[in-house]
C-alpha cells in the first residue's frame, strides 16, 4: 500500500474516531439532559438563605413562629393591612399538620387521617367564622418559604386576606422524607378568639 493510500486511510480513521467520539458526548449530554430525574421538590420552589436556615431542630425552637408573623405582617403593611397576632389554638392546629405531613411523608390540606383544615382548626378549639391555610413542603428557611407562597396567587390571597385577624404556624422536619421540610400557615377569625400573650 503506498504511503499516501496509508495517509488517506489514517485519515479516514481518524476522522471515523473523532466523529465516533463526538456522537458519544453529544448522545451523553442529551442522555443527561432527557434521562435526569426532575426533583419532586422542584414544583414547591426550593432554595436557600444563610442568613435564616432552618435545622432539623427548628421544631424545638419559636424563632421561626415569629419570623413567619414578622414576614406575613410585613406582606400586609404593604398594602395597608393591619397585622396578624399570633393564636395558640391555631398554632396547635398548624403545628400537628406539619407533624402529620413529615411523620407521613406527603403533603396535602388534607390530614393523614382524612381531616379536613376546618376539622382540624375545630379540633384545636378554635372557634371560627373564616379560616384559610397555606402548606408548602422542601424550603429550608422562612424568607424562601414566604417568596414562594407570595409568587402563589392563592396563597397569597390567604396572605393578604382582609377577613383574617389571627395567625398560627407550624414547622416539622423528617430527614427519611421526600422533602425533609413541611410548613403550614393557618389564619382566623373568631367571635370569641383572642390574640395570644
Known amino acids: 500500500m503506498s504511503t499516501s493510500m496509508q495517509r488517506y486511510h489514517h485519515q479516514k480513521a481518524t476522522f471515523l474516531l473523532y466523529g465516533l467520539i463526538m456522537a458519544l458526548i453529544c448522545n451523553a449530554a442529551l442522555a443527561v439532559e432527557t434521562h435526569s430525574p426532575m426533583a419532586i ?6 432554595g436557600h438563605n444563610a442568613t435564616n436556615v432552618t435545622t432539623r431542630n427548628l421544631q424545638t425552637q419559636t424563632g421561626f413562629q415569629a419570623l413567619l408573623l414578622a414576614a406575613v405582617n410585613k406582606e400586609r403593611a404593604a398594602v395597608g393591612l ?24 406527603f ?11 376546618s376539622q382540624r382548626i375545630t379540633a ?17 428557611d422562612v424568607t424562601t418559604m414566604m417568596q414562594a407562597w ?5 396563597h397569597k390571597k390567604n396572605i393578604l386576606g382582609s377577613k383574617y385577624k389571627m395567625f398560627g404556624c407550624g414547622y416539622a ?5 421526600i422533602y425533609k421540610r413541611y410548613w403550614t400557615q393557618e389564619f382566623g ?3 370569641s378568639e383572642s390574640c395570644s400573650s
Open 41 to 46: 421538590g422542584d414544583a414547591v420552589a426550593q
Open 82 to 105: 393591619p397585622s396578624l397576632c399570633m393564636n395558640t389554638k391555631l398554632q396547635s392546629a398548624a403545628q400537628k399538620h406539619s407533624n402529620d405531613m413529615a411523620a407521613n411523608n
Open 107 to 117: 403533603m396535602s390540606h388534607t390530614g393523614s387521617n382524612g381531616s379536613s383544615m
Open 124 to 140: 384545636s378549639g378554635f372557634k371560627w367564622t373564616a379560616i384559610a391555610e397555606n402548606v408548602a413542603a422542601g424550603q429550608k
Open 150 to 154: 407570595m409568587n402563589s396567587a392563592g
Open 173 to 177: 422536619y423528617n430527614a427519611n422524607s
Open 189 to 191: 377569625t373568631g367571635s
